[in-house]
Each structure stands twice: as structure tokens, then as C-alpha cells.
């Protein structure tokens, strides 16, 4: 057991308290209170008090992809819309170049990058058909190094081949199965679009992931093209394409959600269906602003994500924070406490992990130390404002990860950052076809 404390604990629902401290037991928090009180309860038991500093629940990144770190500037060929995006760049050039080398330095720097700013758990995607079978195992190795919470998924389409399509579900049903009792690494079912994948294709996907308890997770309109798509080939919107093969639950995670309106959101909060937010991925393919304030009104859980472009997850939360003021022309929209209650608490409900997100009794032990170096004064009601605006990955000095400690005084533990960073130039390099 140890006595973790800080001027500012962040509790359940984002309640404050000053001078607060955490007792841990191996990977759970047995208790949450008044530092002085613990200390009392606890005398025997190792102590450790963070002064200027707040005691938070770690960071959940709720939609990531590893490997996009090896993609980061590359020189891509000149296209003018999201198919081109995908058609003449991310799939000729990204996914279907990927190896298992290639896939594991991606997930190792990426993995880094997240634990520095502060994520304690990522809900991760992989696109390299490639590369199966064998690769979610190849990224769940570098992670239980590392000791980062994750789950992971490959993302089964038709857009290789048939055969490549079954595999690609194969991949997430075992992988799944090895890892049920596992305390950090745990699986989930995964597809694509509605333009990857067929109907008969999804029902059979989510059949075979309900029959084996799995989480199913998938893209949905994260431009204007899956929408015309759906028109076209369906007469009808993408949620209501899914609605109409009963394939929207309380299990479902979608990331994205970017073009859809007010009766698709209806749609997705009458079934409970969970969103993950992208804000920066999404300016950067163009797609534009996801509806989130309107989803968080119909009482959608949702979550945010870094989706693999931009790892410092402080600029995540700036971009949401930031992006839907721009948009509604509206500052009073997502206020800094809802932006940072979907990175914690919110996060965890969106991915459905009721034991992570929160400093409570009886949750998991995954918390971060964050330094208030501010320019200015720290308090009650300004907290949320400092931490998601003014703070970086220099300023979280501890991360603890299933009570165990992954960054200390600032340094991630047991690694050469510098030595990585070259590593991972050498993989893109490899990537890129440079070498």
C-alpha cells in the first residue's frame, strides 16, 4: 500500500478537493480523502505529497491508431478530398506498407508520446492488412513493456479481398479470447465504413463479436463521403443503414461522427451507441466539426481521441475546448470541466470501463501527477481553464498505470526517449521507401 497526495485532488464527477490523497493497494485505489486524515489512518504505509501539483485520473484516449506516428510528414501526393485522402494516400502508402517491425516501433514511440502527456489507457485501431495474422499481438507485446492500459482492435473490411476481410475478423476473435483474463490488454471487434464493408459483411461481424462478448468498435462519417455513399447505395443515412440491420447497441463505439444530424444523434443516443471525439484528425482530413455539444445535450457518452495525428493529448483537449467555441460562434460552448470530463470520467463510461476514468474507491489505480506551472494563479475555479490551456507533457511528472509507476520526476521509466526517436525515423524512413 502507499499515500499519494497533491494540493488539488480530482475526484468523481470532477469534484476538487484540496489537500487530497489516494491510498493504493497493488492495482486499485482503496481510499480517497483528506491527505491529513490518511495520513492518520495510514501511518505505516509509504507517503509521497506533490506540493503545487494536482492528483488527477489518468487520461483516456478513446480512438487511436498506433502506427499513424510513422506517417507524421510525409510528403503525400496531392489530393483534393477525403477519397483522395484514402485512395491515392493513407492506403497505398501507409496501411498497406505496414509490417510487424514497421507496426511495433510505430506503437512504442506513439505509446510514449501518450504516456508522457498523461493517457493511462488508449482504444486503439489497426489498418494494416498486411500484416495479419499476428499483429495485434506484436503491438500488445511493446504495450505490456510499456505498461499502458489499452485495448486493441484490427479493423476488419472488404476492402483487400474477401479473404482478408475473414481474417481480419479472425484476428480481433482470437486475439480477444487470449487476452480475456488479461489485467492491462483486452480485445474488442472492429470494422470499417459502410463503404469498406457490405451489410451481410457487418451482420456477420457484429454476430460474431456478440457471440464472443466482445466490444465492437467502427469509422462512421468522418466526411461528406460515406453520407453520399449511403445515400446512394442505400437511400438512406449511414446510422440509419446501421439501425436498419439492428447493429446499434450499448456496445458499439463509433469514432468520428463527424457529418451526421440531429435524428442520426436520436438514433445513436435511443441505443445508447457511445462517440468518440477527434478534433484535430478531423481538421486535418477536412472532414470538419463534429456536432459533440449537440450530442452531450441528447446525453451521448462520449469520449476524445487523438486518432494518431497529434499524440500530445493537452493539445487534444485545447483543440475540443477551442474548436466548437470557433464553430457555434458561441464561447460559452464546451466549457473547460466538460472537455476534461471527457477525457476521464465521460471517457470511461463512452468506452464502457466503469473501473477507469475516476479517483474512487474501488477503482483501478490509474493516475497522473500534473505540476500547476502556470504564469498565473491556480485555483478552484480556474483549474480545468490552467490545466487543458497552459499545461504540456512537461508538466505531468508521475503516471502510475494498475498502481504501478510508468513516469517518474518527468522521465518515463526504463527508456531512452532520444534513442526511440531515432528508431522511429529509421522505420519511417522505411515506410517512406527513403530506405
Known sequence: ???????????????????????????????????????????????????????????????????????????????????????????????????????????????????????????????????????????????????????????????????????????????????????????????????????????????????????????????????????????????????????LNSDLLVSQAVKINEQEIDLLARHEVSVAHLPLSNCEVGGGVAPVPEMLAADLKVGIGTDGYINNFFEVLRGAFLIHKANLENPAIMPAETVYSLATGKGAEAIKRPELGSLKEGNKADLIIVELDCPTPVNEGNIFEQLILYCNPKNVKEVIIAGDKIKTAGEIIGVDLEQEREKTREAANKLWGVS
Open 1 to 247: 500500500m502507499k499515500l499519494i497526495a497533491a494540493d488539488f485532488l480530482i475526484t468523481e464527477n470532477n469534484q476538487l478537493q484540496k489537500n487530497g490523497g489516494v491510498v493504493i493497494e497493488d492495482d486499485t485505489i482503496v481510499k480517497v480523502g483528506n491527505y491529513q486524515e490518511l495520513k492518520q489512518e495510514y501511518p505505516a504505509i509509504p507517503q509521497e505529497k506533490h506540493t503545487g501539483s494536482v492528483l488527477a485520473p489518468g487520461f483516456i484516449n478513446s480512438h487511436m491508431h498506433f502506427y499513424g506516428i510513422l506517417s507524421h510528414g510525409i510528403n503525400p501526393p496531392h489530393f483534393d478530398d477525403f477519397t483522395g485522402f484514402l485512395e491515392d494516400f493513407w492506403w497505398p502508402l501507409v496501411e498497406d506498407q505496414l509490417t510487424p517491425e514497421l507496426i511495433a516501433q510505430g506503437v512504442k514511440m506513439s505509446a510514449l508520446e501518450l504516456i508522457n502527456s498523461g493517457v493511462t489507457t488508449a482504444v486503439d485501431i489497426l489498418e494494416a492488412p498486411q500484416a495479419i495474422p499476428g499483429a495485434l499481438e506484436v503491438e500488445a507485446e511493446v504495450l505490456k513493456e510499456l505498461g499502458l492500459r489499452a485495448e486493441l482492435s484490427f479493423e476488419a473490411c472488404e476492402r483487400v479481398s474477401p479473404e482478408n476481410a475473414e481474417l481480419g475478423l479472425q484476428e480481433n476473435l482470437k486475439f480477444a479470447a487470449k487476452h480475456k483474463e488479461d489485467p492491462l490488454i483486452s480485445g474488442r471487434q472492429c470494422t470499417h465504413t459502410l463503404f469498406t464493408c457490405s451489410e451481410e459483411f457487418l451482420t456477420k461481424a457484429f454476430k460474431l463479436g456478440k457471440e464472443a462478448g466482445l466490444k465492437h468498435q467502427l469509422h462512421l462519417s468522418e466526411s461528406s463521403y460515406e453520407v453520399n455513399y449511403s445515400l446512394e447505395e442505400y437511400n438512406l443515412r449511414p446510422v440509419e443503414v446501421y439501425e436498419k440491420n439492428e447493429l
